[in-house]
Nanobody
Framework: QVQLVESGGGLVQAGDSLRLSCAAS????????MGWFRQAPGKEREFVAD????????YYADSVKGRFTISRDNSKNTVYLEMNSLKPEDTAVYYC??????????WGQGTQVTVSS
């Protein structure tokens, strides 16, 4: 069982930056691929980025590539999402999730990011 708690969301202006954190419980954090997803009002949840267990391999949605950076610190059981050059269309609830095999098994409660124009 893994519990995930996101933090770092807030209200910012377009062009600003934010760093989201996701702290995981348990001793097996390093076994999981970690991902960030987001859901805007009236829209389906969408993939943002993920990172391999070692942190070497990352993958991004086209909409955030070059602006967002995912990283992890396995010694702190934490995954991060550095978000730069934020746009109003980045406004959403952001969720972190943990994947052991083929699907994301554990999800956090989400943190709101609002970008004003």
């Amino acid at each position: 069982q893994v519990q995930l708690v996101e933090s770092g969301g807030g209200l910012v202006q377009a062009g600003d930056s934010l760093r989201l954190s996701c702290a995981a419980s348990g001793r097996t954090f390093g076994y999981y691929v970690m991902g960030w997803f987001r859901q805007a009002p009236g829209k389906e949840r969408e993939f943002v980025a993920d990172i391999s267990q070692s942190g070497i391999t990352t993958y991004y949605a086209d909409s955030v590539k070059g602006r967002f950076t995912i990283s992890r610190d396995n010694s702190k059981n934490t995954v991060y999402l550095e978000m730069n050059s934020l746009k109003p269309e980045d406004t959403a609830v952001y969720y972190c999730a943990a994947k052991r095999l083929n699907k994301y098994d554990y999800w956090g409660q989400g943190t709101q990011v609002t970008v004003s124009s």
